[in-house]
């Protein structure tokens, strides 16, 4: 399921267990572990998935900026998109959309994420890796230099947090614009990369259940309580609810000349603003997902892309102006909850797994999970793989 601004391309038929958005493209994981991509081509040709990887397994994908990199079943990342020219300034940069150049040969991994012209990803032994564009050297908008943290920034640039986070202790990472989150095994998160908002000066300390890099603002839930927390630029109340709309008359909010002001450029937070399990931060909007599998969305909305479809989801991804959501497979919006029970308190149970076996044992239409229309094991082990993780990942 898509939403937001359509230059992207329609999403392809058939079941997803994974998908990643980029900013005119998308990439996603078949239920059959294959890789399918779509959306505007050129200049990079991101809407095909290379030939020597077309039919290979892979386990996660990332869409930046202008490439795409992918983790493969065997652990070694391989990319394609944008490239950074030899000699380009600024010195040091290298292809974003290829494997991390300083790392041997056979170095494994176990995550990865892309932002605008970076890489990052999650060694097997923990530790992390960034390449691509090494700092941003100039201020890049039209509003001029900022005070950071109380400290006026130099004409010359943004202040860059430059050195990779060190220690053997990762566990997950997300990237967007030009700065990375990433987490530790204790559950606290740090950045690094450009801090044009403070978006990593003001990283929450503390634990963290769910976290997500937005362009120029971050988004985290505590761990234990799921408490919201925003941080960084809140030009369109992407950060929180507490943006204040300009008065009849006034200039619009920044960005939403020709979008009209507020309306048809803005979508505020509902109120009650809900709980939510996880967070995905986008170009000036961000995404939430609520316990039920819904999605909410707030802060720019010039293309819909603050307009998420109805309906319960298992995963989604969010960036620029446009999003995607894997959604549950059954009538109900929920595949897991195959015997067809609505109970709040008892959504998933073993009756679902149950219901599941008895239709799939008389080869019943709707078992065909990865939509190739036959009634075999692997749709069995699909189900079974998608109900655990739903189970699982609730809080």
């Given at each position: 399921?898509?939403?937001?601004?359509?230059?992207?391309?329609?999403?392809?038929?058939?079941?997803?267990?994974?998908?990643?958005?980029?900013?005119?493209?998308?990439?996603?994981?078949?239920?059959?572990?294959?890789?399918?991509?779509?959306?505007?081509?050129?200049?990079?040709d991101?809407?095909?998935?290379?030939?020597?990887?077309?039919?290979?397994?892979a386990?996660?994908?990332?869409?930046?900026?202008e490439?795409?990199?992918?983790?493969?079943?065997?652990?070694?990342?391989?990319?394609?998109?944008?490239?950074?020219?030899?000699?380009?300034?600024?010195?040091?940069?290298?292809?974003?959309?290829?494997?991390?150049?300083?790392?041997?040969?056979?170095?494994?991994?176990?995550?990865?994420?892309?932002?605008?012209?970076?890489?990052v990803?999650?060694?097997?032994?923990?530790?992390?890796?960034?390449?691509?564009?090494?700092?941003?050297?100039?201020?890049?908008?039209?509003i001029?230099?900022?005070?950071c943290?109380?400290?006026?920034?130099?004409?010359?640039?943004?202040?860059?947090?430059?050195?990779?986070?060190?220690?053997n202790?990762?566990?997950a990472?997300?990237?967007?614009?030009?700065y990375?989150?990433?987490?530790?095994?204790?559950?606290?998160?740090?950045?690094?990369?450009?801090?044009?908002?403070?978006?990593?000066?003001?990283?929450?300390?503390?634990?963290?259940?769910?976290f997500?890099?937005?362009?120029?603002?971050?988004?985290?839930?505590?761990?234990?309580?799921?408490?919201?927390?925003?941080?960084?630029?809140?030009n369109?109340?992407?950060?929180?609810?507490?943006?204040?709309?300009?008065?009849?008359?006034?200039?619009?909010?920044?960005?939403?000349?020709?979008?009209?002001?507020?309306?048809?450029?803005?979508k505020?937070?509902?109120?009650?603003f809900?709980?939510?399990?996880?967070?995905?931060?986008?170009?000036?909007?961000s995404?939430?997902q609520?316990?039920?599998?819904?999605?909410?969305?707030?802060?720019?909305?010039?293309?819909?892309?603050?307009?998420v479809?109805?309906?319960?989801?298992?995963?989604?991804?969010?960036?620029?102006?446009?999003?995607?959501?894997?959604?549950?497979?059954?009538?109900?919006?929920?595949?897991?909850?195959f015997?067809?029970?609505?109970?709040?308190?008892?959504?998933?149970?073993?009756?679902?797994?149950?219901?599941?076996?008895?239709?799939?044992?008389?080869?019943?239409?709707?078992?065909?999970?990865?939509?190739?229309?036959?009634?075999?094991?692997?749709?069995?082990?699909?189900?079974?793989d998608?109900f655990?993780?739903?189970?699982?990942?609730?809080?």
């Amino acid at each position: 399921m898509g939403w937001g601004d359509n230059g992207q391309g329609k999403e392809p038929a058939g079941y997803f267990r994974a998908v990643s958005t980029g900013n005119r493209h998308a990439i996603g994981i078949r239920a059959d572990g294959t890789l399918h991509a779509w959306g505007e081509g050129a200049p990079h040709d991101l809407d095909e998935v290379p030939v020597e990887l077309r039919g290979v397994q892979a386990i996660a994908v990332a869409a930046g900026y202008e490439h795409t990199i992918v983790l493969l079943a065997d652990g070694t990342i391989a990319g394609w998109g944008e490239q950074v020219q030899p000699g380009a300034w600024p010195p040091g940069s290298t292809d974003p959309g290829a494997r991390p150049p300083n790392d041997p040969p056979g170095t494994t991994y176990v995550a990865i994420a892309a932002g605008e012209h970076i890489s990052v990803a999650i060694r097997s032994d923990g530790s992390l890796v960034s390449w691509g564009e090494l700092y941003s050297y100039s201020c890049g908008d039209d509003i001029g230099c900022i005070t950071c943290a109380g400290v006026p920034i130099p004409i010359g640039g943004f202040p860059f947090v430059s050195a990779t986070p060190s220690g053997n202790d990762f566990v997950a990472i997300s990237a967007t614009g030009h700065y990375a989150i990433a987490q530790r095994a204790d559950g606290t998160i740090v950045g690094w990369g450009v801090d044009s908002r403070c978006q990593v000066t003001n990283i929450p300390t503390g634990a963290v259940a769910a976290f997500s890099a937005g362009h120029q603002h971050g988004l985290s839930l505590a761990a234990g309580t799921y408490a919201f927390n925003g941080w960084g630029r809140n030009n369109f109340g992407q950060r929180d609810n507490t943006l204040t709309l300009p008065a009849p008359g006034q200039p619009c909010l920044e960005g939403c000349v020709g979008f009209g002001c507020p309306s048809n450029c803005y979508k505020p937070p509902p109120v009650p603003f809900p709980a939510l399990i996880r967070v995905g931060g986008s170009y000036f909007n961000s995404i939430g997902q609520r316990p039920d599998g819904w999605l909410i969305g707030w802060g720019r909305n010039s293309f819909g892309q603050s307009n998420v479809p109805a309906g319960s989801y298992f995963a989604f991804s969010c960036n620029y102006d446009h999003g995607f959501a894997i959604m549950f497979a059954d009538s109900d919006d929920s595949y897991a909850n195959f015997d067809g029970g609505s109970g709040a308190a008892q959504r998933y149970s073993a009756s679902d797994l149950i219901a599941f076996h008895q239709s799939w044992a008389v080869g019943a239409a709707r078992t065909d999970v990865n939509g190739d229309g036959a009634i075999n094991g692997t749709d069995y082990l699909r189900f079974v793989d998608l109900f655990g993780r739903t189970i699982g990942g609730a809080p």
